[in-house]
């Protein structure tokens, strides 16, 4: 005599809650770990390309940096020899104006005004 089978009550108020479904076949992403695993070498391999992409850049910048330095040292270097051009210019002009009195100063300031008025009239033709 077999009498009715006792139900578990654990199984039945679970299969209530979750309507029949049980958690283990339920399939989602956080569940499985080669999705998870999947999802992190993408992840490592973006990141990887942005990283190339950034030194590929700071590797420019280092580049065209050391391009303009050598520029301003350059250039440095130029502005240098022309102020020390105009210096000795004007140093042997003081030399000159000390020497020769004021007469020379005044007929090189004419000289320089009548050629100025040339060209203006020249230029206006």
């Given at each position: ?24 076949s339920n ?30 850049v700071s590797l ?66």
């Amino acid at each position: 005599m077999s009498g009715p089978v006792p139900r578990n009550p654990y199984f039945s108020d679970r299969d209530a809650l979750f309507d029949g479904y049980r958690t283990k076949s339920n399939n989602n992403a956080s569940d499985d770990p080669y999705l998870l695993e999947k999802q992190n070498d993408e992840q490592v391999a973006s990141l990887s390309e942005k990283m190339k992409t950034l030194k590929e850049v700071s590797l420019l910048i280092g580049e065209e940096v050391r391009s303009q330095n050598s520029f301003l040292n350059d250039m440095e270097d130029d502005m240098n020899s022309t102020k020390s051009l105009l210096g000795n210019t004007m140093n042997k002009l003081g030399v000159m104006m000390q020497t020769q009195g004021g007469s020379v100063m005044w007929i090189l300031i004419i000289f320089i005004f009548l050629v100025l008025i040339f060209v203006y009239f020249y230029i206006k033709k």
